[in-house]
C-alpha cells in the first residue's frame, strides 16, 4: 500500500512524474493532481494541454501555482494526490520574493494535514555545475533544502534516472 506520504525525485525529463502517476494509478484510489505551473507563453500551454490529455478524465485536477492550502484542504481520505511538482511551487515563490522559509513550513505542514495520501514529485538540481549567477544558486541551495526536508518527513523516497527508479527510502508497493 502506498504510505501517506511519497516523494520522487529526478532530473528534468527523467521520467519522475510518470512513474509517480503510476504509483497513485495503481493505487486504484480517486486520484487528485496538483499542477504548479502557470502558464505563461504559448510552449508552456501546450506542454500543460498534453499533460492534461495523456492523464486523461480519472484525474481531479486542481491549479494551485503558490498557495496550497485549499488545494490540500479539499481532499478527500479516500484519494491520493499528486503534487507535481515542487520545484515549480519554489520556482514561484522565489519569483514573488516570498518569504521561503515560511512558506516551506506551511507546506510540510499542509501536506501532513491533508486527509488522502501524498505523492510529491521534485527536481534534483545539486549534481550539476555551480549555477553563475546568485539568483540560481540561491535557487539551487533552496531547491535542495526543501528536498531534504520532504524526503525526511516521506515514507517512501524513489530517485528516478532514465525513467528506472531507485528507492532510496521505504518500500515501493
Known sequence: MLPKLSFILGGAASGKSAFAEQLVIQTGAPR????TAQ???AEMRAKVDAHLT???TDWRTIEAPTDLSDAFASINQDEVVLLDCATMWLSN???AEADIAAETEGLLAQINDCSGRVVVVSNEVGM???PDNALAR???DAQG???QQIAAQAELAVFVVAGLPN???GQLP
Open 93 to 95: 515563490h522565489m519569483m
Open 54 to 56: 495523456m492523464r486523461g
Open 39 to 41: 502558464v505563461f507563453d
Open 128 to 130: 550539476g555545475i555551480v
Open 145 to 147: 533544502k526543501l528536498n
Open 32 to 35: 487528485v493532481y496538483i499542477a
Open 138 to 140: 540561491r535557487f539551487r
Open 167 to 169: 528507492v532510496l527510502k
